[in-house]
């Protein structure tokens, strides 16, 4: 978000939570749940809008701590909000599709039933629910598998960056078949937020390729835009890991709405592959 805003020569103060970035703006570290600091920073920033970024997003961590998974997803983006809308400052909240249960038969739109089967998605509709709550200026946007490149190293990260590597290592890369997604480019997102604040359309958007992927499609798409051996991208079933939280099997995104606010299309997901490629090319 930060790096977006910076390539279109928006001023930026922004917090962190444990790892500074490396950025030549003003930064401090913050615990979400401390209001009395946000809104000191608030006074001292005067920001033109809060975009709310931080979250605790280990899926199994929260189900193993869920009293702190609703402090900082659900409680703290309420609090945050309210401040916000005492100061007239716009307030957007970076939620994600884990607030469905996957089990529809067709991709999620923003008024779509939601039914979180684990603590991390609960824990975020909490989030969402106290965010509308607030009498202010607020949006609401989803995101899906989100992955991208790191604003202040410029450095590939998420599930691209673990395929590349792994490929790269001659090891297979085993991976979903029985699980879909709408994956969400961090740089796409943050320009789409750009857009909405400056329309002033405050509202729930999602924002995500308008392909409804499984990881496996997802990791062979990578292999190939890599020029890599997709052979060793095989298939899996969630059933073969164990894990702590269960994980929702088809949580893919329509994006009409998003489409109709901004006027343009959604990217596919090999639109979005083919601008990372050209980020690291150039």
């Known amino acids: 978000m930060a790096r977006t805003c910076l390539d279109h020569s928006i001023d930026v103060a922004g917090t962190y939570h444990s790892t500074q970035p490396a950025f030549e703006f003003p930064l401090v570290q913050h615990d979400i749940r401390d209001t009395e600091r946000f809104e000191s920073m608030l006074r001292e ?3 033109d809008a809060v975009v709310n970024c931080a979250a605790m997003t280990d899926v199994d961590g929260c189900e193993s701590q869920p009293e702190a998974a609703f402090e900082v997803n659900g409680d703290a983006p309420g609090a945050l909000a309210s401040i916000c809308a005492e100061h007239s400052v716009p307030f957007v909240h970076v939620s994600t599709d884990y607030v469905f249960d996957g089990e529809a038969a067709e991709p999620y739109s923003e008024d779509a039933t939601t039914n979180p089967i684990q603590e991390y998605g609960k824990s975020k509709l909490e989030g969402e629910h106290q965010v509308r709550e607030v009498d202010g200026e607020t949006m609401l946007v989803r995101l899906s598998f989100v992955y991208g490149v790191r604003g202040d190293t410029d450095e590939l990260v998420g599930f691209p960056a673990w395929v590349r590597d792994t490929l790269d290592a001659g090891d297979e890369v085993p991976l979903f078949v029985d699980q879909r997604i709408t994956p969400s480019r961090a740089g796409h997102a943050a320009e789409a937020i750009l857009e909405l ?3 002033e359309a405050y509202n729930c958007y999602h924002v995500a390729s308008r392909s409804c992927v499984t990881p496996h499609e997802f990791g062979q798409a990578i292999a190939d835009v890599q020029g890599a051996d997709n052979t060793l991208v095989r298939e899996s079933k969630q059933a073969d ?4 939280a269960a994980r929702p099997q088809d949580t893919c995104l329509n994006v009409s709405k998003v ?10 997901l090999s639109q979005d592959l083919e601008r990372i490629e050209e980020m690291f090319a150039s």
């Open 45 to 47: 920033h005067e920001p």
């Open 197 to 199: 604040l400056d329309a």
């Open 241 to 244: 890991v164990s894990r702590d």
């Open 259 to 268: 489409e109709d606010a901004l006027g343009r299309a959604e990217p596919t």
